[in-house]
T-cell receptor, first 115, second 113 residues
Framework: GAVVSQHPSRVICKSGTSVKIECRSL??????MFWYRQFPKKSLMLMAT?????????EQGVEKDKFLINHASLTLSTLTVTSAHPEDSSFYIC???????????FGPGTRLLVL | AQSVSQHNHHVILSEAASLELGCNYS??????LFWYVQYPGQHLQLLLK??????LVKGIKGFEAEFIKSKFSFNLRKPSVQWSDTAEYFC???????????FGSGTRLSIRP
């Protein structure tokens, strides 16, 4: 199946700093990628839809100035958590549908801990 | 708003028992339906999906799910579970006209050896 990678897998940062998370489609192109947040023992919450070459579409309640998304190429989307605070600590997961198809493949996730 | 409900938060079974996990959704139009599994420490994997056709869908590892349109349900089943099925299971729904997927709250399955 299609492969989606994320980097880093784990990051610890100080409060107030910014953290960038990368999502790559390794063997296919993706004009659209999705960013989710998963709280402990909770489901995945869709944060935003990343669109190659245009602005991301954010879900209601997600601060677009806090969670910056850039979809610079057909294989890379980045999520930057700006001025991170402890409440931003979470597991961030991206997904992408090969060729804009109907099946999404998920990355392994990035665990963010803000001290 | 579209929602997905998984009423079983934690299910505990013995090996060889039969499994059924419930999933209901609220959207009334045409939908695509998914079951994903997340094994401990691993990322989400697709178990099976329904887009159209036969409402009984067979997936990997002996899992199957049945789409019952009149009940807005897409329950996951397995006739005989194994210890290795211990994982978190997520039902997900997508309106066919949109690309984003909405996830249910998940069901944790624990299998006693």
């Amino acid at each position: 199946g299609a492969v989606v990678s994320q980097h880093p897998s784990r990051v610890i940062c100080k409060s107030g700093t910014s953290v960038k998370i990368e999502c790559r489609s390794l063997d296919f192109q993706a004009t659209t990628m999705f960013w989710y947040r998963q709280f402990p023992k909770k489901s995945l919450m869709l944060m935003a839809t990343s669109n190659e070459g245009s602005k991301a579409t954010y879900e209601q309640g997600v601060e677009k100035d806090k969670f910056l998304i850039n979809h610079a190429s057909l294989t890379l989307s980045t999520l930057t958590v700006t001025s991170a605070h402890p409440e931003d600590s979470s597991f961030y997961i991206c997904s992408a549908p090969p060729g804009g198809g109907e099946t999404q493949y998920f990355g392994p996730g990035t665990r963010l801990l803000v001290l | 708003a579209q929602s997905v409900s998984q009423h079983n938060h934690h299910v505990i079974l013995s090996e060889a028992a039969s499994l059924e996990l419930g999933c209901n959704y609220s959207y009334g139009g045409t939908v695509n339906l998914f079951w994903y599994v997340q094994y401990p420490g691993q990322h989400l994997q697709l178990l099976l999906k329904y887009f159209s056709g036969d409402p009984l869908v067979k997936g990997i590892k002996g899992f199957e799910a049945e789409f019952i349109k009149s009940k807005f349900s897409f329950n996951l089943r397995k006739p005989s579970v194994q210890w290795s099925d211990t994982a978190e299971y997520f039902c997900a729904v997508r309106r066919s006209s949109a690309s984003k997927i909405i996830f249910g709250s998940g069901t944790r399955l624990s299998i006693r050896p």
